[in-house]
């Protein structure tokens, strides 16, 4: 069946550390990738998304690139701030299956 | 300016209660979907609808319904709230045509049921 795996959290960093978050995905064909953003007290954000091999998503300074031979959708960020503490979603989305997919979420904490 | 609202963004309401959850969007999309949020941060789909008077029940059984009379509206709505359904409340609505792959969300409703 589909499914995504992340990291589990919490991500503790400070400012201007690198960020990685893994994400990994089961899915037969081709699904598009997403990462959502979810800032404390509110819903989900779109931050990025990618919708076949290869393919980059980028925004606000995260990346996540599309890799199909190891099925993975990792988010990165050169330099996280204060502001980046949030709680992040990966999810994919197959056309057939016509429903969006999340991971468990991973919660991001970047201290001054 | 096209978004998705929910009111009321908190509630906190007594064993036994009705209630119902509101969510409006401008968005022009035809499909819209509610999902449940545990403390554990997890999202669970727990209904969708594709069209007026269309609805589903998503992957996770739930003793709300919902009804969808106008393509912009979508509430749901809990005959006789208990406890056990304290939670985050997200409304999400997407498009059938272009991009019909994202869905996008409103800032949820936090339900506490005592």
């Known amino acids: 069946g589909n499914s995504v795996t992340q990291m589990e959290g919490p991500v503790t960093l400070s400012e201007e550390a690198f960020l990685t978050i893994n994400c990994t995905y089961t899915a037969t064909g081709y699904p598009s990738l997403f990462w959502y953003v979810q800032y404390p007290g509110e819903g989900l954000q779109l931050l990025l998304k990618?919708?076949?091999?290869?393919d980059k998503g980028s925004n606000k300074g995260f990346e996540a690139t599309y890799r199909k031979e190891t099925t993975s959708f990792h988010l990165e960020k050169g330099s996280v701030q204060v502001s980046d503490s949030a709680v992040y979603f990966c999810?994919?989305?197959?056309?057939?299956?016509?429903?969006?997919?999340f991971g468990a979420g991973t919660r991001l904490a970047v201290h001054p | 300016e096209a978004d998705i609202y929910q009111t009321p963004r908190y509630l906190v309401i007594g064993t036994g209660k009705k209630i119902t959850l509101e969510c409006s969007q401008t968005m022009g999309h035809d499909k819209m979907y509610w999902y449940q949020q545990d403390p554990g941060m997890e999202l669970h789909l727990i209904h969708y609808s594709y069209g007026v008077n269309s609805t589903e029940k998503g992957d996770l059984s739930s003793e709300s319904t919902v009804s969808r009379i106008r393509t912009e509206h979508f509430p749901l709505t809990l005959e006789s709230a208990r406890p056990s359904h304290t939670s985050q409340y997200l409304c999400a609505s997407s498009s059938s045509s272009g991009e019909t792959d994202t869905q996008y969300f409103g800032p949820g409703t936090r339900l506490t049921v005592l």
């Open positions: 999810g994919l989305f197959r056309g057939g299956y016509n429903k969006l997919i």
């Open positions: 990618a919708t076949k091999a290869d």
